[in-house]
């Protein structure tokens, strides 16, 4: 996977004024004047138009460790002064009066890449903010908890409610607040409901163990600590993440409290450069990545401010909370002109078989989709899903998702799961993320081998499975490393269609893989089957013994029969048949036959029957002429050793027309 990756820097210089100014992986940089900074030399520039700059130590350490600074840089500066004497950068871009707001994280966003991918700084920074910088360094670290090696705030704003709102305590600053409402586009309702100041969501930052010092004055009647870093530490601490507090209370305190001498700089500089040096450097996300064609479709509709429509197609992974929230958020606040409409379709337990038959009915009849997210590796391995249906089911997704839109741009993502981890360990692929990358590959789209990533990062020691991912359904950890991937690629994939040239023409489809796709999937109703003894409709299924159920298979029509000897006929058209039935715990099984030929026995009761309703999607033949056929089933006198009964019940019928 450490090929086809795109780090090239493309670099064209032309004077302007006295400065330097050049374009460095899109971004625009003004080289101004060296200064002086307390002795050490200032490289002052402007990025996008943005001032900023940083102080270069007389003596580097090695991987350039870096401290960022938020608003107020020359605020206390001798423990910067310690740190530039030990080897440390300072940095800083002015997007003051901004307080953090997500417009200002973007422009964080394009300083960092900057400074760590152009100039070689450590891929982890150490955080420092005064004030209301701790809006700042709280919002970016949030959003890149893999980024930040700690956080260091001086009597840091935690919530804008209680500064500069002044809604609690705090003596609060009117004119600072209207401020803020405008940059944030918020009401006075909505700022007060607003819910991610720094003190919320904390979990994804204590997962990665970002360490967090504050110092504050217990007698800051302008942020107070009660209504600020308290509630802000004791999340945290609760959340797993390591934080504390130091009270400075020597010396005079002036501003209501506000302003206070910082006792023992050098202390605080010991803590950051103990949590920042030796410099780690984590695999990079480009390894486990192919760009491929990229997203030039998506790209061309969000740089000129369209509506975009994005969708999520997958499991459980896709289902909960997490990744996918997180993406959303983040696409919306970097195309903030663009008007994003998201389909969350992922369903547990449902992998690319599935996928190819509810296509139509759960993503593409909702609305005309630019961008699809598609994954389904992991229940692809955990349904036993035979490898050469799931590049039919991989490729008739995409061949249906592009003939609904030919320009819809599509990403595949495989995860990881221990069955993964342990095919790599022996050597070898695991076959649906071989098949996942196999499909991208013939129809280049872009793919992550986050099953991979995984793997090899906990190889190197980053983390670990029982500790910090936990479970194939990942903890906040594993949530975030998904996402910061995901946003990798996505910045990279925005990279490339800045640079490609479009002839303007549909990208026409290449051949398909195998003949028997499922391009043509589709959900049949269950009331076209001719009842031959036995089976009833049930027009609202629910049941009746409290066994748990998913979203979507309750409440909806079901075909049941649970007495031996039930029978029906389906007639259809097309290339393969199958069913999407309820496997729980009186799951039996079925006996079926096609066009008159033999009976096969299939056992509908799975390992997790027992304590769920489970949509369970079996093909009974995937290689049929494309003509018309009839299907026979019937409920046998037989059940698995684990099932309770003999009943079949089924929500859908599947065909491949």
Known sequence: MRSNKLKILFLSFVTLGTGISFSCSGQSITQGKSTSWHGFEKINFQLDGTKAYYVKPRNPLPGNPWVW????????????????????????????????????????????????????????????????????????????????????????????????LGQGKGKGDPGSWKQLLDIYGLTQTQAIQYQDNPIDHLAGLAAFKVPIQHVISLQDKVVPPEENTFILVNRYLRLGGPASVYPMTRGPQELNGHHFVIEHPERWADFIYRSSYPVSHPLPYHDFYH?????????????????????????????????RDMLSRYLKERFPGASFRFIAAGIPSLGS?????????????????????????????????????????????????????????????????????????????PVAVHNHELIAAHYDLPSINLAREVYEKIQAGEFSWQYDFKNLHPAPFGQELYFQTMKDLMDACLRFATRRHSNGKEAVLPKPMNPYNFSNGMYVPVSHATVVKG?????????????????????????????????????????????AALAGPYAGKIAYSIDGGSYQTLDLHTRWSAGLYLPWYVMFTETLRAKTHILRLKVLDEQD????????RIVYFLVNK
């Not at 997704?397 to 221990?418: Q, T, W």
């Open 535 to 579: 089976f009833n409709l049930v027009n609202d299924w629910t049941p009746q013994d409290k066994t748990p159920t998913r979203k979507g298979f309750v409440h909806v029509p079901v075909l049941e029969a649970a007495t031996p000897g039930s029978e029906l006929k389906f007639t259809f058209r097309g290339t393969a048949v199958g069913v």
């Open 69 to 164: 600074r938020a608003h107020f840089p020359d605020w206390h500066i001798s423990m910067d002064s310690i740190l530039l004497s030990r080897g440390f950068y300072i940095a800083y871009i002015n997007t003051s009066n901004e307080y953090g707001a997500p417009r200002a994280m973007m422009v964080w966003n394009q300083f960092y890449h900057y400074l760590a991918d152009s100039l070689g700084f450590a891929p982890k920074v150490a955080l420092e903010g005064v004030s209301r910088g701790g809006l700042y360094i709280y919002g970016w670290a949030k959003r890149n908890p893999d980024k930040v090696s700690c956080i260091y705030g001086e009597a840091p704003v935690c919530d804008f409610k209680s500064w500069p």
């Open 291 to 323: 760009i491929r064609d990229g997203l030039p479709h998506f790209y061309s509709l969000v740089t000129s401010n369209q509506p975009v429509t994005v969708a999520y197609l997958g499991g459980s992974i896709t289902y909960n909370p997490g990744w």
């Open 641 to 648: 050793a684990e099932s309770k009964g003999t009943a079949c």
């Open 353 to 429: 078989v599935p996928h190819a038959f509810r296509l139509q009915r759960d993503v593409l009849d909702s609305a005309k989709v630019d961008l699809l997210f598609l994954e389904a590796a992991v229940n692809d391995s955990e349904n036993g899903t035979d490898s050469l249906s799931q590049i039919r089911a991989l490729e008739g997704i995409i061949r249906h998702a592009k003939r609904s839109n030919p320009r819809m741009d599509i990403a595949l993502f495989s995860f990881a799961d221990p069955n993964k981890l342990a095919t790599y360990a022996k050597g070898d692929d």
